[in-house]
């Protein structure tokens, strides 16, 4: 059977959070220096506004986004409460941090839809290791917090309106194709953050009703080594009571899934469904 896996001691899993949030936050800065606003792709968040202001005024990206995060963040815990903490505080003043000592680097592609793409990329990857770290880069999506509070629309949609005016105003003070190309930025920004909390495996989850209930049960319990659920189902038409096993394997086990219920049983009625994501014994533990 799979030996089960000891967790982390909490100073150790604190330590872990605050890596990734330092390691994310970076990820970040050196996609924004090397992609995103040499190219003028304003895709968003408080680095879109950054780029408009550098293009404007000439104004140091770093600096915009310390003039601005540090008083949303004061916002967020005076008008939210304290729950951002020290982890979101640290993601605040990191991130721009790095900007400002990464501003120099020679910029990756001069391709605005390479910029974009591969400035998306790197923010998702980035903000996606950040979340891991159970904090925020701050910015915008406090400043949605707060507007939902006291609005009343849905945090989504107080997002996507920040996000829609930054992306407005690139198009105003850049062009609609600057606009467009952050745009795609956004989209790629958020599969990537999508990508990140998910993970590539993909497993799936099987529900079978069959005669032969207990042979597939201990089939997958011996021979796949997957845990399994019975569930109580009745049949539609004869109002029979009809056991349902539930299960969930990875992609590589999932073939011989199928064959051990043909063999079993080739009457039975197997239903499969993707799972994004699985945590528990077996699988992911977080």
């Given amino acids: 059977m799979r030996r ?5 001691h909490p100073k150790m899993e604190l330590v872990i959070e605050y890596l990734y949030i330092l390691i994310g ?11 995103l606003l040499p190219n003028r792709v304003a895709s968003g968040g408080v680095s879109g506004i950054s780029t408009i202001a ?3 005024f000439g104004w140091q990206p770093a600096y915009v986004q310390w003039a601005l995060n540090i008083p949303l963040f004061v ?5 939210l409460g304290r729950q951002f903490g020290m982890k979101t505080l640290v993601g605040t003043l990191f991130l721009p941090l790095v900007v400002y000592f990464t501003k120099d680097v020679e910029p990756a592609t001069r391709d605005p839809l390479l910029g974009s793409l591969f400035g998306g990329i790197g923010v998702g990857l980035g903000l996606g290791i950040v979340f891991r770290g159970k904090a925020s880069t701050g910015g915008t999506d406090l400043a949605a917090q707060i507007i939902h509070k006291y609005t009343g629309l849905s945090l989504g949609m107080c997002v996507v309106l920040i996000d829609g005016l930054i992306v407005s105003a690139a198009a105003f003070v850049f062009d ?7 745009l795609i930025g956004l989209y790629v920004t958020s599969k990537t953050i999508d990508l990140v909390q998910v993970g590539l495996g993909s497993s799936k989850m099987a529900m079978i009703i069959t005669n032969e209930e207990e042979k597939v049960r201990r089939a997958i319990l011996h021979e796949i080594d997957r845990g399994v659920t019975r569930l109580s189902g009745y049949g ?7 056991p349902v096993l ?3 394997v990875q992609q590589a086990e999932f073939t011989k899934l199928k064959q051990l219920v043909k063999t079993i049983d080739p009457s039975a009625f197997v239903i499969v469904m993707n799972a994004a994501e699985v945590l528990g014994e077996g699988f992911k533990r977080t």
């Fill in 75 to 79: 916002a967020g815990v005076v008008l």
């Fill in 246 to 248: 539930m299960c969930v």
């Fill in 54 to 56: 550098h293009a404007v």
């Fill in 236 to 242: 539609g038409y004869t109002d029979h009571e009809r």
């Fill in 25 to 35: 936050s970076a990820i970040v800065a050196v996609a924004f220096n090397l992609f």
């Fill in 4 to 8: 089960k896996s000891q967790p982390l």
């Fill in 176 to 182: 609609i194709e600057q606009a467009l190309y952050a």
